[in-house]
């Protein structure tokens, strides 16, 4: 299976913060990466799928992109409602894999 | 409004069985591809099954591969998930999700069902 390694396993942001969060897959999974935002005892949600592509009703402050086999998704300016947990999955080699997770924290 | 609705989890004894559901709305069922994905308590997420529109095609993580069977209903909009000889590492909140694009297998997830609690214990 394709292991996919996210870091850090935490951050603590300021509101208005610019936060980065990577993605490193075992192997090549071409732009077969979503990303998903989880806050506790919710389901997750879909932010970007196809390594950049926003998916509809994301705010514009999220954004994706990839260079080889490593995912970034970035937040530009962290507003309170970000504050969760970041999951990358790759949906190139079955069995799709998640990353372990980021959690996002206030500072 | 696209709508999933998970139901049917509880507490069950190691080796025993259990049927999880998901009752779907606002979107043409028999078009996409569905999964269901869990997560232990305080863990990360697991790709566990999914099935096709048709039903035709099925996919099972290795974790589950024997013991699991996911299924459909199109008259219904609904979803299932026979989970059979069951160990305590299958304790986790079971979510089911629908496919973004309705393509097979499902590459991404944009809409998931609340999740349902499994906990199997003795």
């Known amino acids: 299976d394709i292991q996919m390694t996210q870091s850090p396993s935490s951050v603590s942001a300021f509101v208005g913060d610019r936060v980065t969060i990577t993605c490193r897959a075992s192997?090549?999974?071409?732009?077969?990466l979503a990303w998903y935002q989880q806050k506790p005892g919710k389901a997750p949600k879909l932010l970007i799928y196809?390594?950049?592509r926003l998916q509809g009703g994301v705010p514009s402050r999220f954004s994706g992109s990839r260079s080889g086999t490593d995912f970034t998704l970035a937040i530009s300016s962290l507003q309170p409602e970000d504050f969760a947990t970041y999951y990358c999955?790759?949906?190139?080699?079955?069995?799709?894999?998640f990353g372990q997770g980021t959690r996002v924290e206030i500072k | 409004e696209v709508q999933l609705l998970g139901s049917g989890g509880g507490l069950v004894q190691p080796g025993g069985s259990l049927r999880v559901s998901c009752e779907t709305s606002?979107?043409?069922?028999?078009?996409?591809?569905m999964s269901w994905v869990r997560q232990a308590p305080g863990k990360g997420l697991e790709w566990v099954s999914a099935?096709?529109?048709?039903?035709?095609?099925?996919y099972y993580a290795d974790s589950v591969k024997g013991r699991f069977t996911i299924s459909r209903d199109n008259s219904k909009n609904t979803l299932y998930l026979q989970m059979n000889s069951l160990r305590a590492e299958d304790t986790a909140v079971y979510y089911c999700?629908?496919?973004?694009?309705?393509?097979?297998?499902?590459?991404?997830?944009?809409?998931w069902g609340q999740g349902t609690l499994v906990t199997v214990s003795s």
């Open positions: 606002g979107f043409t069922f028999s078009s996409y591809a």
């Open positions: 196809a390594a950049s």
């Open positions: 099935i096709s529109g048709s039903g035709g095609s099925t």
């Open positions: 999955q790759q949906a190139n080699i079955l069995p799709w894999t």
């Open positions: 999700a629908k496919d973004r694009l309705g393509l097979w297998p499902p590459y991404y997830f944009d809409y």
């Open positions: 192997q090549g999974v071409d732009n077969w």
